[in-house]
């Protein structure tokens, strides 16, 4: 079974620093990456996802991750944040070949002070 | 319809009783995901369907759980015989298709189960 960690639980951050989300996952075989944020009141949506090809993934909002099969990362950046991306992200991992069973990270809490 | 909902939005109960959760997914979407978010536990995939059909159950967390799809839209999520810990905010999603995730989910604004 897969697992996925993500150690950062609590981030505060000034507007328009850099960001940087751990994301690490375990699980021997070809994965399917995922990216969710749900921003204060709203519901929960897809920020990025990497399922081939180029391991650096560009999503919405400014948003990008990067794929580094060696590390078993994902993690999630963005190079100036916004008081607007205080939310909550999540990662996920899905094991590829058809089915879809995620395992989703614990969530890191994001705090943007402006 | 304009997105997914959920209803109820939130759900008193006592332990032990029957709950049902509903879900009304974006038309046209044949993949529908259950979801449970509970505090300091995190996002927990319970199950999905494509179409009616369910491909894997072995998300659901105990035997008390079902959750069934009916003419390819709505579904209902039953927890029987509730118990404290079944507490969580129970997230719907749908999208065109499931292929492993490909397509991007939209989600519910979920349900709020406490169980007293």
């Known amino acids: 079974a897969q697992s996925v960690s993500q150690h950062n639980h609590h981030v505060i951050l000034s507007e328009a620093a850099s960001l940087e989300l751990g994301c690490n996952y375990s699980?021997?075989?070809?994965?399917?990456l995922f990216w969710y944020v749900q921003y204060p009141g709203q519901h929960l949506q897809l920020l990025l996802k990497?399922?081939?090809?180029?391991?650096l993934v560009k999503g919405i909002k400014g948003f990008e991750a990067e794929f580094i099969k060696s590390k078993f990362s994902f993690n999630l950046r963005k190079p100036s944040v916004q008081w607007s991306d205080t939310a909550e992200y999540f990662c996920?991992?899905?094991?590829?070949?058809?089915?879809?069973?995620?395992?989703f990270g614990r969530g890191t809490s994001l705090i943007v002070h402006p | 319809g304009a997105g997914v909902s959920q209803s109820p939005s939130n759900k008193v109960t006592e332990k032990g009783k029957d709950v049902e959760l509903r879900c009304d997914p974006i038309?046209?979407?044949?993949?529908l995901y259950w979801y449970r978010q509970s505090l300091g536990q995190g996002l927990e995939f319970l199950i999905y369907?494509?179409?009616?059909?369910?491909?894997?159950k072995s998300g659901l967390p105990s035997d008390r759980f079902s959750a069934e799809r009916t003419g390819g839209s709505v579904s209902t999520l039953t927890i029987q015989r509730t118990q404290q810990e079944d507490s969580a905010v129970y997230l719907c999603?749908?999208?065109?298709?499931?292929?492993?995730?490909?397509?991007?989910?939209?989600f519910g604004p979920g349900t709020r189960l406490t169980v007293l």
């Open positions: 996920a991992v899905n094991p590829s070949g058809g089915s879809y069973i995620p395992t």
């Open positions: 999603a749908s999208s065109l298709a499931a292929s492993g995730g490909l397509y991007t989910q939209y």
């Open positions: 699980y021997g075989g070809t994965v399917n």
């Open positions: 038309s046209g979407h044949t993949a």
């Open positions: 369907f494509q179409g009616n059909s369910a491909p894997d």
């Open positions: 990497y399922f081939s090809g180029d391991p």
